[in-house]
């Protein structure tokens, strides 16, 4: 049998890139490190108190009387628990992991949506990005930005990118066909298409990527703290090295808390416009 191994090759792209690159992965860094430490230094400056009824009144007006209840006790509960500083940087580094992967997301998956053979390059790269096992993001975002929260983000935005680039895609080619004709009848250039029609009709599902982007963004935390992403993802890793059982249940249980609000409200948004849309 014909024996051949890859991964030497791997390591020559990847010691090119940054021998070559660097001076651009410097600049990845400091943007995402400035909008991360940005954030959670806004978050934590606002009184715990101020935030937290901040928040449900917004699950209030987006999902209603009993998130909001939901929302005020259990981030209440965070706080009670110590857990509160924590809690803000991994809700800090998921948003701009997030946000970011939205960024990058959406535009693909309205190009692939509107042509075929993009949508057929992506495919398999995706799948490899969602099949491939977190921890191997890991290694390169080590090698290309050092230890610290801007790796975890950087794995975190591969991790969770697919489901924005997907469901976006899919959204758009499920806008029925005789809304498209009769738009062009009426004269719609493309752009116009897209920003009046396809994207209106799609946002029910484009959202529903955008919830699932965050999850997934979510299931990275504890893997992000491995490399020194911090947040409540060191606690509970903290707890697992340790040998500490209610640290790792208190910091656990405050990661359940904060993805189901995060959930309910995404999801809450997707549901408010299908209503409107009826």
């Not at 701009?96 to 998956?109: F, K, R, T």
């Not at 929260?149 to 997907?166: D, E, L, N």
Request: without cysteine.
């Amino acid at each position: 049998m014909i024996k051949f191994h890859i991964g030497p090759y791997i390591e020559v792209a990847i010691d090119w890139l940054k021998d070559n690159l660097g001076p651009f992965f410097d600049l990845i860094k400091l943007i995402n490190e400035t909008l991360i430490n940005g954030l959670e230094n806004l978050l934590l400056f606002i009184p715990s108190i101020l935030l937290i009824l901040i928040f449900t009144a917004t699950a209030w007006k987006l999902s209603g009387k009993k998130v909001a209840i939901f929302t005020f006790l259990g981030l209440l509960f965070i706080d009670s628990i110590e857990l509160w500083p924590q809690t803000m940087g991994t809700l800090s580094l998921i948003s701009v992991s997030a946000l970011i992967s939205l960024l990058i997301g959406v535009p693909l998956g309205i190009w692939a949506s509107r042509h075929n053979k993009v949508d057929k390059v992506l495919r398999p790269i995706l799948d490899f990005m969602q099949t491939m096992p977190a921890f191997v993001y890991l290694i390169p975002a080590v090698l290309f930005f050092g230890m610290g929260k801007v790796p975890g983000a950087i794995a975190t935005i591969i991790f969770s990118m697919p489901p924005a680039v997907r469901l976006t895609n899919l959204g758009i080619r499920q806008v029925p066909e005789d809304v498209i004709e009769a738009s062009k009848s009426f004269g719609s250039t493309k752009n116009q298409m897209l920003f009046k029609v396809q994207l209106p009709i799609a946002l029910p599902t484009i959202l529903a990527g955008i919830n699932q982007t965050i999850m997934l963004s979510l299931s990275m935390v504890v893997i992000s703290a491995m490399i020194g992403a911090g947040g409540l993802g060191r606690e509970v890793l903290s707890g697992i090295q340790q040998m500490e059982v209610g640290v790792g249940f208190e910091s656990g249980l405050a990661v359940v808390i904060l993805a189901m609000i995060l959930d309910r409200i995404t999801q809450s948004l997707g549901k408010n416009k299908s209503k409107e849309d009826m």
